[in-house]
T-cell receptor
């Protein structure tokens, strides 16, 4: 079935360093979403990418969708302690309904002040 | 608008018991999805309801069931609880995205932390 691989599983950075997490699919995606889950919290929607090669920015966060629409990345510039949490990518489950997402395993980011 | 609410927030049950979890979606949202989150398996889709109908079901045993009411509120039920059912159960409601290539955004509730002893 539909799968999405997310790497790395963990990332420890010093405050001010950059951070990147990657998601890869074996099949072409119609879109990809990114979520952030703070420790003890619930996933919160960050962004959705739809177009091939799309790049979107939210302050220090940069999201990219690959040209082949099979991979995506989230890059954080100059991390801050407020960036701590787990970042998930999510893709639609083909053959499923709109509310059926497949989530990557997530990348857990820790930031040392 | 108020966010997605889930009750109860925490629950402790013993093996063999059953449990019912409740979810109230964001006002106006008609789609409600349920996910199970565990450290080992991550976030896994359980089922989705839209206008009181189950639109899709994930790969979970029949002990897991759900329903949706006319006001879009949803409940999920787990019968004959097993130790492995201990997890964070998340409910999400969706807003309609009119872009054909886009998927509805999921707005998650705080979850119900279920512990099975």
């Amino acid at each position: 079935g539909q799968q999405v691989m997310q790497i790395p599983q963990y990332q420890h950075v010093q405050e001010g360093e950059d951070f990147t997490t990657y998601c890869n699919s074996s099949t072409t995606l119609s879109n990809i979403q990114w979520y952030k889950q703070r420790p003890g919290g619930h996933p919160v929607f960050l962004i959705q990418l739809v177009k091939s090669g799309e790049v979107k920015k939210q302050k220090r966060l940069t999201f990219q969708f690959g040209e082949a629409k099979k991979n995506s990345s989230l890059h954080i510039t100059a991390t801050q302690t407020t960036d701590v949490g787990t970042y998930f990518c999510a893709v639609p489950n083909y053959g499923g309904s709109q509310g059926n997402l497949i989530f990557g395993k997530g990348t857990k980011l820790s930031v040392k002040p | 608008k108020a966010g997605v609410t889930q009750t109860p927030r925490y629950l402790i049950k013993t093996r063999g018991q059953q449990v019912t979890l409740s979810c109230s979606p964001i006002s106006g949202h008609r789609s409600v999805s349920w996910y199970q989150q565990t450290p080992g398996q991550g976030l896994q889709f359980l089922f989705e309801y839209f206008s009181e109908t189950q639109r899709n079901k994930g790969n979970f045993p029949g002990r897991f069931s759900g329903r949706q009411f006319s006001n879009s509120r949803s409940e999920m039920n787990v019968s004959t609880l097993e130790l492995g059912d201990s997890a964070l159960y998340l409910c999400a409601s969706s807003s309609l995205n009119r872009d054909r290539e886009a998927t509805d955004t999921q707005y998650f509730g705080p979850g119900t932390r279920l512990t099975v002893l």
